[in-house]
């Protein structure tokens, strides 16, 4: 196998001499078997090698003991050995995350962390290598395919990505099996850690990885090695697609500013026109995280209508319809407070933490926050008041509520429905489902996913333009009051009462 890898890493230029790499070992089977593969690699190449262990704060003294066994290999190899510990429990909590996205949030930031500090000055590339294999890539292609996902989904993931001037991200096993890996180990007589989180199918991808794959194997034994070949089928698609996409993209868009012109667009197969679309949409934000084909085909739509029509998208973006054009320009006039800007981590401005809302009661009375929502356009502003005069604010306008502070727990999200949401309806704490509430106001099932829905969890506290949670109420108890007002809703496309 180590020869099978070594050729991997070579034709896939991984690694060159003077690199830096970074291997992030958990002490499990893969990441062991990385490591001893690339502590071999240093004697055909001249690369400096460390290692990073990333302990979750999950299994306690099981946890405690992985981070040992990682250190006491490290020094049995002579590789230094770096451990960063995290809380992924409490940041899940903060976070509205689950454990397992969490914990892959938090590793990576440590990773990319560590990578930057060992970087420093230096003109030397940073090389992080992670231990995925052929069945974790075949995991990967279910799980986006079972969630939803375009191209890019179905091509899985790649031998070498480049994060930013310098700092990669490698795969050295992509090429190789779980079997192959822990035969390797065997040979060698190396032994490794077992996460028992890994048998816990209440991670999804552990469900995919204990319950899916095998049945899979069942109908044909060679079924990960073919997920991984069509997955090079379609990179091979995707790269050919990509490259008409930007010869349409160079006969259709004037940039600086960014306009499309639509008579020219009207040529191109409808994938074309959509890929081009997100293209310039991304291209105006200077981002493409979370700009998907539903705005791409906002934006198509707005390509039918008379020219005025406008219509927000991420970021800020508002794309307008000037005669047989589409402009794309950044609303200036919304003023996003710089404080909330990566507050968890991770830049998603469609979560509020609780300690973000506390932070409103410092704010002068009256002064207003924005958050820019990612997913549908448009914005939330927010304000704490205090209830000085322990009132009931009766809520007439369909776009800003008032909520009772006090009730909001962890904070909250901005999102699309979800399985098994529910609000609670009245006085006797009578539980609805959002579904059947859909139902009796005869909101039409195309416009269902695109109403954003305030929600802890899958209680929702406001179903945006619509109605509240009885839960959260002001009442005369209430001694602080969350004014929230949603900007966008009439230009998302509903406006039932």
């Known amino acids: 196998m180590i020869n099978q890898v070594e050729n991997y890493v070579m034709q896939g230029n991984m690694v060159s001499q003077g690199d830096k790499v970074l291997a992030a070992v958990s002490g499990g089977a893969d990441s062991v078997a990385l490591l001893l593969i690339l502590k071999e690699l240093q004697k055909k190449i001249d ?74 000055a230096s003109e030397a590339s940073v090389k992080i290598a992670i231990a995925h294999h052929l069945e974790d890539n075949a995991e990967t292609i279910l799980f986006q395919m079972a969630r939803g996902t375009g191209i890019d989904g179905l091509c899985g993931m790649v031998s070498v990505r480049k994060i930013q001037d310098s700092l990669y991200i490698i795969r050295p096993l992509l090429n190789v099996s779980r079997g192959q890996i822990e035969k390797y180990l065997q040979d060698n007589n190396q032994k490794f850690c077992t996460d028992a989180t890994n ?56 940039e600086k500013p960014i306009i499309l012109n639509i008579q020219k667009l009207e040529k191109y197969h409808y994938a074309i026109q959509k890929s081009v679309i997100r293209k310039a949409i991304i291209n105006t934000a200077g981002k493409k995280k979370d700009i998907t ?108 509520k008032y909520l009772d502070y006090d009730k909001i727990k962890k904070g909250f999200e901005v999102r699309g429905r979800r ?23 005869k909101v039409e099932s195309s416009k269902r996913d695109h109403i954003p829905l305030l929600a802890q969890g899958s209680e929702i506290i406001w ?35």
């Open 419 to 441: 399985s098994g949401d529910f609000f609670i309806s009245d006085a006797k704490m009578h539980r609805k489902k959002l579904k059947s509430y859909f139902i009796d106001e």
């Open 47 to 120: 690369f400096s090698l460390k290692v990073i262990h990333v302990e979750h704060g999950i299994r306690g003294e099981e946890s405690q003991a992985d981070a040992r066994f990682v250190e006491s290999l490290c020094q049995k190899l002579d590789i230094e050995c770096i451990v960063r510990h995290v809380d992924v429990p409490q940041y899940a909590e903060k976070s509205g995350l689950g454990e397992e996205e969490a914990a892959r949030a938090l590793r990576y930031e440590q990773f990319f962390k560590v990578a930057k500090e060992d970087q420093g």
């Open 199 to 254: 048998f816990d199918t209440k991670y999804s991808r552990n469900r995919i990885r204990k319950k899916i794959l095998p049945e899979l194997q069942e109908i044909n034994s060679e079924a990960i090695f073919h997920i991984n070949q069509t997955a090079e089928k379609m990179s091979e698609i995707r790269d050919f697609f990509s490259d008409q996409v930007d010869v349409a993209y160079r006969d259709c868009v004037e």
């Open 463 to 497: 179903i945006i333009g619509m109605r509240i949670n009885f839960s959260y109420k002001i009442s005369e108890k209430t001694k602080y009051i969350l004014e929230i007002h949603y900007n966008g809703g009439e230009q998302n496309g509903y406006n039932k009462a």
């Open 293 to 400: 084909t539903v705005h791409a085909e906002d934006v198509l739509e707005l390509t039918r209508k008379q020219s005025g029509k406008q219509i927000m998208l991420p970021y800020g973006i508002v794309a307008k319809r000037s005669y047989d054009t589409i402009k794309f320009f950044s609303d200036k006039t919304m003023k996003y407070d710089k404080e909330i800007v990566d507050y968890n981590g991770i830049g998603n401005h469609n979560r509020v933490s609780l300690e973000f809302l506390e932070s409103l009661k410092d704010k002068k009375p009256g002064e207003k926050v924005v958050i820019p929502l990612e997913e549908f356009g448009g914005f939330l502003e927010l304000s704490v008041i205090k209830n000085a005069n322990n009132s009931q604010i009766v809520q007439k306008k369909k776009y800003t």
